[in-house]
Nanobody, 115 residues
Framework: QVKPVESGGGLVQTGGSLRLSCAAS????????MGWYRQAPGKQRELVAA???????NYANSVKGRFTISRDNAKNTVYLQMNSLKPEDTAVYFC?????????WGQGTQVTVSS
């Protein structure tokens, strides 16, 4: 069983930065793709950024140039560096881990950007 655990959320002012981390624990050998999604109140969950095991990343248009996703394969950990945060980035951020053709979700971490 794969269990992703997020950390690093919080409250920040507009223009500030936060770094999210997600460690996939369990008896796992080789994690495939890892990514971050977010869900704001009243909205659907959306992809923020994802990264393959080889380091190929893709981003939602709304975060390009502001957010950077990275990963440490030895630690089965994915990071999301968020800069120049805006109030519209406020949401619960979820980690997603792909392992042997199954997807696993973290419990989510709240990010709130005040104006």
């Amino acid at each position: 069983q794969v269990k992703p655990v997020e950390s690093g959320g919080g409250l920040v002012q507009t223009g500030g930065s936060l770094r999210l981390s997600c460690a996939a624990s369990g008896s796992i050998f080789r994690v495939n793709a890892m990514g971050w999604y977010r869900q704001a109140p009243g909205k659907q969950r959306e992809l923020v950024a994802a990264i393959t095991r080889d380091g190929i990343a893709n981003y939602a248009n709304s975060v390009k140039g502001r957010f950077t996703i990275s990963r440490d394969n030895a630690k089965n950990t994915v990071y999301l560096q968020m800069n120049s945060l805006k109030p519209e980035d406020t949401a619960v951020y979820f980690c997603n881990v792909e392992y042997y053709f199954k997807e696993y979700w973290g419990q989510g971490t709240q990010v709130t950007v005040s104006s």
